[in-house]
Nanobody
Framework: QVQLVESGGGLVQPGGSLRLSCAAS????????MGWYRQAPGKQRELVAG???????NYADSVKGRFTISKDNAKNTVYLQMNSLKPEDTDIYYC?????????WGQGTQVTVSS
């Protein structure tokens, strides 16, 4: 079993920055793919950014050039640096760890972009 705990969400003005963190309960990054997803009420959860066990990254088109995913294997933590935030980035952000068939989710952290 893997537990994931997100932190770093909050209220920020448009154009601002936030860094989300996701701490895993044990060392998994060498074997698991990690990802950040977001979900608005009534909508499907969508992938924002992913990082493979080998360190390859991928991003949703809507966040390319603004968001950066990274991980610190020694700290069992994955990060999402979000810059140039827009009101449409407002959502609950979830951390995911996956190695089929295992699939773990954090509890989510709210990000609100508003003036």
């Amino acid at each position: 079993q893997v537990q994931l705990v997100e932190s770093g969400g909050g209220l920020v003005q448009p154009g601002g920055s936030l860094r989300l963190s996701c701490a895993a309960s044990r060392g998994i990054f060498s074997r698991y793919a990690m990802g950040w997803y977001r979900q608005a009420p009534g909508k499907q959860r969508e992938l924002v950014a992913g990082i493979s066990s080998g360190g390859s990254t991928n991003y949703a088109d809507s966040v390319k050039g603004r968001f950066t995913i990274s991980k610190d294997n020694a700290k069992n933590t994955v990060y999402l640096q979000m810059n140039s935030l827009k009101p449409e980035d407002t959502d609950i952000y979830y951390c995911n760890a996956r190695q089929r068939p295992e699939d773990y989710w954090g509890q989510g952290t709210q990000v609100t972009v508003s003036s």
